[in-house]
């Protein structure tokens, strides 16, 4: 069956620091990969997407994913967080006509 | 920018109640959807809808619930009588074509609290 994990429910970082996030999936076939982020009181909203070709892929507010078939995993990352990315990340594989999310992982910026 | 409307915002209603959830989707979408995210757990599928149909629907998705897109416009979900863990928060998601090609738009989301 279809499913995402993500491993790490609540991180905490420095703004300016680095940050990754874990996704893994289990899929049969070729996935369709997405992170989504949701901020208090917000609805998701799309950060990047992976379908095809180039495994590394570029996303919106400075977030890039890479997409390891080896290890059934799309991490998110971003070199240096903002005050603003508090928020919630959610990791999801695309079916033929739905996403299936992740629990989610909180992610909490200390100035 | 387009963008899915959903409303009301909050809604509360008494165990055993209807509820009307009202999704407006980006104008020139073709497929619709419902999510829930119960308090602290993930996203769930509950529903997809595509030429006037239901086209998937989860285990979630039993018979107190029921979707429809009355007027070409708007997008419902209604729960004939709610139960206390039917209290999450409902998103609706519209898009204009399926995957790979096409990416799905949220609502904000309408938080439903049964008492």
């Known amino acids: 069956a279809q499913s995402v994990t993500q491993p790490d429910i609540h991180i905490t970082v420095s703004e300016g620091a680095s940050l990754e996030l874990r996704c893994n999936y289990s899929y049969g076939a070729t996935p369709y990969l997405f992170w989504y982020v949701q901020s208090p009181g917000q609805g998701l909203q799309l950060l990047l997407k992976y379908f095809s070709g180039d495994t590394l892929v570029q996303g919106i507010k400075g977030f890039e994913a890479e997409f390891k078939r080896s290890q059934s995993s799309f991490n998110l990352r971003k070199p240096s967080v903002h005050w603003s990315d508090a928020a919630e990340y959610f990791c999801a594989v695309g079916t033929t006509d739905k996403l299936i999310f992740g629990t989610g992982t909180r992610l909490q910026v200390f100035p | 920018e387009p963008e899915v409307t959903q409303t009301p915002s909050h809604q509360v209603t008494q165990m055993g109640q209807e509820v009307i959830l009202r999704c407006v989707p980006i104008?020139?979408?073709?497929?619709f959807y419902w999510y829930r995210q119960i308090l602290g757990q993930k996203v769930e599928f509950l529903v997809s809808f595509y030429n006037n149909e239901i086209s998937e629907k989860s285990e979630i998705f039993d018979d107190q619930f029921s979707v429809e897109r009355p007027d070409g416009s708007n997008f419902t979900l209604k729960i004939r009588s709610t139960k206390l863990e039917d209290s999450a928060m409902y998103f609706c998601?519209?898009?204009?074509?399926?995957?790979?090609?096409?990416?799905?738009?949220f609502g904000q989301g309408t938080r439903l609290t049964v008492v």
């Open positions: 104008s020139n979408h073709l497929y």
């Open positions: 998601a519209s898009r204009f074509g399926t995957f790979p090609n096409t990416e799905a738009f």
